[in-house]
C-alpha cells in the first residue's frame, strides 16, 4: 500500500514514501499528502532541516502510472492531477527551512522532479536517474521543465529529457543535479553529517537566504524583494545575531534558537 510517512529524528523531520511493491511509486494520495507534511514540520519549531528518501531500496520509480487510467485520462483530470504534483514540488521550493533529498536506488520521473525541487541532493553512487516522460509519451510540466533547467542549465535538461536515458550517480554529480555522491554503504551517516551542520546553522539565516533564492528563480517583474529586504533585517535584530558575534569572541560553538 502507497502511504507518506511522516516522522521526527532529532532535528531532521523525515519525509518518507514508502510504496514497495511498486519502488516507491508515487500515488495521487502521496503527492496530495506532500504539503501538508512540509507545513507540519515548517510549524515544528524543533525541526531544523526537512529530509526526503523512499522507503527501502530506492528513492522512487516515478509517478505511478498504473494510476493514469482514471486519474490521467482526460485533459481535466490531467489538469487537476498535475496542480496536485505542482503544489507539492512548490511547497518544499518556499518552505523556509532547507530541503535534502537522500537518493539511492531509483530516481526516476517524478521522483527526479521531486527531488529537484528540493534545496540539495545527496545520492549513493548506485543511484540511476531517468526521465522518462518523452519515451511514454507524457507531458512535463512547465515548473519541473524550469526547475531542471535552473538546477543543471538547459543544455542538460534538454538531453535528459529528450532522451530518457538512464544515468548514474557520476554523471549527475558532473551536471551538477546532486550536491555529493557517496558510497552505498556510507550514505546514511553522511547524510546525516550533511543535516546536522545545516541544523546548526541559524534558522532565520537560513531562511532569508532560501526566500532569497526562491525570488531569484521567479521573473523580474514577480519577485518579492521587500519580504526578502525584510528577513535579512529581522536577522540583525535577532537574539541570533547576537548568539553568533559572542560565540564567536569566545571561540565556542553558537546555540542558535531562531529568534
Known amino acids: 500500500m502507497a502511504e507518506l510517512i511522516t516522522r521526527r529524528e532529532g532535528r531532521v523531520g523525515w519525509i518518507v514514501f514508502s510504496n514497495l511493491t511498486k519502488r516507491n511509486a508515487l500515488s495521487y494520495d502521496i503527492w496530495r499528502g506532500i504539503p501538508d507534511a512540509v507545513r507540519a514540520l515548517a510549524l515544528d ?13 530506492d528513492f522512487s520509480a516515478g509517478a505511478d502510472v498504473a494510476e493514469f487510467e482514471h486519474a490521467r485520462d482526460s485533459i481535466s483530470a490531467i489538469s487537476s492531477y498535475n496542480v496536485v504534483v505542482d503544489e507539492a514540488n512548490e511547497a518544499l521550493v518556499s518552505v523556509p527551512k532547507p530541503t535534502l533529498a537522500m537518493i ?10 521531486m527531488a529537484l525541487h528540493c534545496d540539495m541532493r545527496l545520492c549513493a553512487d548506485n543511484a540511476q536517474f531517468a526521465l522518462q516522460a518523452a519515451k511514454l509519451g507524457f507531458g512535463i510540466s512547465y515548473a ?3 526547475r531542471f533547467a ?3 542549465g538547459p543544455a542538460h535538461s534538454a538531453e ?4 530518457g536515458k538512464v544515468f548514474g550517480a557520476e554523471e549527475a554529480y558532473h551536471m551538477h543535479l546532486v550536491n555529493r555522491v557517496a558510497p552505498a554503504d556510507q550514505l546514511d551517516a553522511v547524510f546525516g553529517e550533511w543535516c546536522e551542520m545545516f ?33 535579512i533585517e529581522a536577522c540583525y535584530t535577532s537574539d541570533d545575531y547576537r548568539e553568533g558575534r559572542a560565540a564567536f569572541r569566545a571561540g ?8
Open 45 to 57: 519549531t524543533g525541526v531544523r532541516v526537512i529530509a526526503l528518501r523512499g522507503d527501502g531500496a
Open 104 to 113: 539511492r536506488g531509483l530516481c526516476y520521473g517524478g521522483g527526479l522532479a
Open 144 to 146: 519541473s521543465t524550469m
Open 150 to 152: 535552473h538546477v543543471v
Open 160 to 163: 535528459v529529457m529528450f532522451s
Open 199 to 231: 541544523a546548526n546553522a541559524a534558522p532565520l539565516a537560513i531562511a532569508s537566504i532560501k526566500r532569497s533564492l526562491v525570488e531569484g528563480y521567479k521573473d523580474p517583474d514577480r519577485r518579492d524583494l521587500r519580504s526578502v529586504a525584510a528577513m
Open 252 to 259: 565556542r560553538k553558537p546555540e542558535f534558537k531562531g529568534r
